[in-house]
């Protein structure tokens, strides 16, 4: 059975930081490029940061120099750390794992990340 499963997240206040994991079981995690998306209430789901099997990563222009998204395959586990953290950081956060070549793409069920001002 698949499952991505998150954990980490919940209420902090502005200009703190939260460290979100990700474990996945099922898969051969190293077969895949890892993701962090979030959604926040009335808006589409963005991509956050990225990380393939290799290590190379990228970030949304809006959380460069703030986030980091790091990942441990011995572990099968990508996570994302999140330092001065804004109000507009408000989102429920998914991990999402894409196979390299074939055509599986699978989502955690999301945590919810609250930041106060």
């Known amino acids: 059975q698949v499952q991505f499963v998150e954990s980490g997240g919940g209420l902090v206040q502005s200009g703190g930081s939260l460290r979100l994991s990700c474990v996945a079981s099922?898969?051969?995690?190293?077969?895949?490029?890892m993701s962090w998306y979030r959604q926040a209430p009335g808006k589409e789901r963005e991509l956050v940061a990225a990380a393939t099997s290799t290590g190379d990563t990228n970030y949304t222009d809006s959380v460069k120099d703030r986030f980091t998204i790091s990942r441990d395959n011995a572990k099968s586990a990508v996570y994302l750390q999140m330092n001065s953290l804004k109000p507009e950081d408000t989102a429920v956060y998914y991990c999402?794992?894409?196979?390299?070549?074939?055509?599986?793409?699978?989502w955690g069920q999301g945590t919810q990340v609250t930041v106060s001002s």
């Open positions: 099922g898969v051969t995690f190293s077969n895949y490029a």
């Open positions: 999402n794992g894409k196979h390299n070549w074939a055509r599986f793409n699978h």
